[in-house]
Nanobody
């Protein structure tokens, strides 16, 4: 069974940090571009960060540049999203997704999705 499982979400104060994990089972992430997406209450889902399947290039939406870092550990078949200096506007459900091929920011190109993990930034 092909599956992505996110973990690491939680409640954190503004300025705090969290590290999200996206673990794959049933397939290897080596050949997939992985994206982290988030959806805040009442808002559309948006792409947050991506890591390319070919050369490991990374991409970030402007609002998280300098604060979030995406990385992958192929040996553990896991992708991480380190989130620092968190802000209330980072609150939402975070999803990881896999696309077979090079970088794309179109979510329709991502055919495997995790169930999501809640991130809440509040004092």
């Amino acid at each position: 069974q092909l599956q992505l499982v996110e973990s690491g979400g939680g409640l954190v104060q503004p300025g705090g940090s969290l590290r999200l994990s996206c673990a794959a089972s049933g397939f290897s992430l080596d050949y997939y571009t992985i994206g982290w997406f988030r959806q805040a209450p009442g808002k559309e889902r948006e792409g947050v960060s991506y890591i390319d399947s070919d050369d490991g290039s990374t991409y970030y939406t402007d609002s998280v540049k300098g604060r979030f870092t995406i990385s992958r550990d192929n040996a553990k078949n896991t992708v991480y999203l380190q989130m620092n200096s968190l802000k209330p506007e980072d609150t939402g459900v975070y999803y990881c997704a896999a696309s077979p091929g090079p970088y794309t920011d179109y979510d329709v190109d991502y055919n495997y999705w995790g169930q999501g993990t809640q991130v809440t930034v509040s004092s």
